[in-house]
Nanobody, 117 residues
Framework: VQFVESGGGLVQPGGSLTLSCVAS????????MSWYRQAPGKERELVAT???????????RYADSVKGRFFISRDDSKSTLYLQMNDLKSEDTAAYFC????????WGQGTQVTVSS
């Protein structure tokens, strides 16, 4: 199982970024997926989750801190998870990671997002 995150960078407050996570080593379409982030000196936190397309529990969930600003999506044909981040704030600065929901997968290298003027 492997995750390769990309799309991070330096952005000004109020700006936008879209992160991507390419997954391999498992059947992507059979798993819920999540984005996490870890800021310097803080514990890793769950940012957003997306369930299986078409499942009874299909849908998305977000941390209160990003609700209405971040949007998670997936393209099962590409085994890719996305995180659209809008109206970025300095407190969104962190390394962002993806993995299967409810699985103890090894973490990928993550992608760094820095929000600063």
């Amino acid at each position: 199982v492997q995750f390769v995150e990309s799309g991070g960078g330096l952005v000004q407050p109020g700006g936008s970024l879209t992160l991507s996570c390419v997954a391999s080593g498992f059947t992507f379409s059979s798993h819920g997926m999540s984005w996490y982030r870890q800021a310097p000196g803080k514990e890793r936190e769950l940012v957003a989750t997306i369930n299986l397309i078409g499942s009874i529990n299909s849908g998305t969930r977000y941390a209160d801190s990003v609700k209405g600003r971040f949007f998670i999506s997936r393209d099962d044909s590409k085994s890719t998870l996305y995180l659209q981040m809008n109206d970025l704030k300095s407190e969104d600065t962190a390394a962002y990671f993806c993995k299967r929901s409810a699985f103890a997968d090894n973490w990928g290298q993550g992608t760094q997002v820095t929000v600063s003027s």
